[in-house]
């Protein structure tokens, strides 16, 4: 969505980000959010989890004291063990790496495009704090097994899990190897620690998953990850159910210009009225979501937020024709 487009406000609840506060702040659109990344001096891990409106890393970076920015690509190779971060390549098929362009060694530069939901080595050369605006991104996890994966989590800034309890339930996880970045060098996380958002790890997958923490959702999305409601069709159906062993409700949220209509597990629709409470078990629970027909222009939009079990997922919704 383009910002000329985008008539509406959005006022969302705060994020805590490493070494830093990430905000919902107001902006315009339903789904325009600011991510606040804190930078300090040297290596920094972060997870960018909005696709920003501007994604060449000269704009998002510019006037920053950023020396380096590398993307790691969890499809081209599985990582067996770990250095420290000051031993990224310059140059591999693992990294995708950007530098200034006052670099002498720009010209290695393959990193072109930040997106969303994509974890990041950032190293500056003084403390700083970036805003990257942009759109959240919703989609199911997939892990890359046996390998560490470098990412990070949708947990709740406000009561986030631990890390024994956002994988309680995963035997693709079973005996947590888990590392965050201290002072350049990675260091093992504890069970016992909460998982900070907007905070990159290393974590290792022992086999093929795809463990999604407390909450398991899942959604018919675009490719975009976007949850499209046409004018005057059908349901779309939400899935959720608890991991673990541990009960969770799931709350459920809606901001913006396009109204809704919900029905939990088979109940006569209604008006969508937040909060929407869904208590959960391992049994899959739904919910199905339609747009009220001829309720508002093509071009309505929505942020549907998912709460519970230490995660807060953001949803864009949208209509269409």
């Given at each position: 969505m383009k910002r000329s487009n985008q008539k509406f406000k959005l006022k969302c609840w705060c994020l805590g980000f490493f070494a830093a506060v990430a905000a919902l702040m107001p902006d315009s659109g339903a789904w325009a959010v600011d991510q606040i990344i804190g930078l300090q001096p040297g290596w920094n891990s972060i997870f960018l989890e909005v696709r920003p409106e501007n994604q060449a890393p000269e704009v998002i970076f510019s006037g920053?004291?950023?020396?380096?920015?590398?993307?790691?690509?969890?499809?081209?190779?599985?990582?067996?063990?770990?250095?420290?971060?000051?031993?990224v390549p310059t140059k591999s098929a693992e990294w995708r790496i950007w530098q200034p362009s006052a670099s002498p060694s720009a010209f290695l530069n393959n990193l072109r495009a930040l997106t969303g939901r994509q974890a990041l080595l950032i190293k500056a050369s003084a403390a700083a704090t970036v805003t990257v605006s942009g759109t959240p991104v919703f989609e199911r996890r997939k892990w890359n097994s046996p390998s560490f994966n470098f990412t990070g989590f949708d947990v709740d800034a406000t009561a986030p899990p631990t890390f024994a309890r956002f994988f309680d339930?995963?035997?693709?996880?079973?005996?947590l190897k888990a590392f965050k970045l201290v002072s350049g060098k990675w260091q093992a996380v504890s069970g016992t620690e909460t998982i900070q958002r907007g905070r990159a790890y290393w974590v290792w997958c022992n086999e093929g998953s795809d463990f999604q923490g407390p909450v398991d959702v899942s959604l018919p999305l675009a490719g975009e990850g976007v949850l499209t409601l046409?004018?005057?069709a059908g349901a779309a159906r939400l899935e959720a159910r608890s991991n673990g062993t541990l009960p969770v409700t799931l709350s459920l949220g809606l901001t913006g210009s396009l109204p809704l209509l919900q029905s939990v597990s088979g109940a006569d629709e209604a008006a969508f009225a937040a909060p929407v409470a869904l208590p959960l078990t391992a049994a899959s629970k739904s919910v199905a979501l339609r747009r009220v027909l001829d309720a508002a222009p093509d071009s309505a939009t929505g942020l549907l937020s998912l709460k519970?079990?230490?995660?807060n997922f953001l949803l864009p919704v949208r209509g269409s024709r």
């Amino acid at each position: 969505m383009k910002r000329s487009n985008q008539k509406f406000k959005l006022k969302c609840w705060c994020l805590g980000f490493f070494a830093a506060v990430a905000a919902l702040m107001p902006d315009s659109g339903a789904w325009a959010v600011d991510q606040i990344i804190g930078l300090q001096p040297g290596w920094n891990s972060i997870f960018l989890e909005v696709r920003p409106e501007n994604q060449a890393p000269e704009v998002i970076f510019s006037g920053q004291p950023v020396e380096m920015c590398a993307a790691w690509l969890p499809t081209a190779a599985k990582v067996d063990s770990l250095t420290a971060a000051d031993a990224v390549p310059t140059k591999s098929a693992e990294w995708r790496i950007w530098q200034p362009s006052a670099s002498p060694s720009a010209f290695l530069n393959n990193l072109r495009a930040l997106t969303g939901r994509q974890a990041l080595l950032i190293k500056a050369s003084a403390a700083a704090t970036v805003t990257v605006s942009g759109t959240p991104v919703f989609e199911r996890r997939k892990w890359n097994s046996p390998s560490f994966n470098f990412t990070g989590f949708d947990v709740d800034a406000t009561a986030p899990p631990t890390f024994a309890r956002f994988f309680d339930g995963s035997r693709a996880h079973a005996g947590l190897k888990a590392f965050k970045l201290v002072s350049g060098k990675w260091q093992a996380v504890s069970g016992t620690e909460t998982i900070q958002r907007g905070r990159a790890y290393w974590v290792w997958c022992n086999e093929g998953s795809d463990f999604q923490g407390p909450v398991d959702v899942s959604l018919p999305l675009a490719g975009e990850g976007v949850l499209t409601l046409a004018n005057g069709a059908g349901a779309a159906r939400l899935e959720a159910r608890s991991n673990g062993t541990l009960p969770v409700t799931l709350s459920l949220g809606l901001t913006g210009s396009l109204p809704l209509l919900q029905s939990v597990s088979g109940a006569d629709e209604a008006a969508f009225a937040a909060p929407v409470a869904l208590p959960l078990t391992a049994a899959s629970k739904s919910v199905a979501l339609r747009r009220v027909l001829d309720a508002a222009p093509d071009s309505a939009t929505g942020l549907l937020s998912l709460k519970g079990g230490g995660m807060n997922f953001l949803l864009p919704v949208r209509g269409s024709r």
